[in-house]
């Protein structure tokens, strides 16, 4: 078992940034890929950015050149830069980390953007 945590969900305006952050309770190291997903009200849950054990990237069309996953195995820490914020990134943020028998999910950090 693992518990992730995620921080730094905020309210910011259009244009602006934020720097997400997921806590781990335990080593990442084993985990084949972890990533970051969002759901907005009303519509399911989708994939922003992944990112595999050995740093290969997957970014949803609506991140690309915005976005940036990384992860710190020696820290236990994944994290999500944000840049030049829209309103259509509102959403609950959740991290995920999958290995060969489990995925486990945060609880969600809120972002709003908003002027």
């Known amino acids: 078992q693992v518990q992730l945590v995620e921080s730094g969900g905020a309210l910011v305006q259009p244009g602006g940034s934020l720097r997400l952050s997921c806590a781990a309770s335990r080593s990442i190291s084993s985990f084949n890929v972890m990533g970051w997903h969002r759901q907005a009200p009303g519509k399911q849950r989708e994939l922003v950015a992944g990112?595999?054990?050995?740093?290969?990237?997957h970014y949803a069309d609506s991140a690309k050149d915005r976005f940036t996953i990384s992860r710190d195995n020696a820290k236990n820490t994944m994290s999500l830069q944000m840049n030049n914020l829209k309103p259509e990134d509102t959403a609950v943020y959740y991290c995920?980390?999958?290995?060969?028998?489990?995925?486990?999910w945060g609880q969600g950090t809120q972002v709003t953007v908003s002027s």
């Open positions: 990112l595999t054990s050995n740093n290969v990237a």
């Open positions: 995920n980390a999958k290995n060969n028998w489990s995925t486990y």
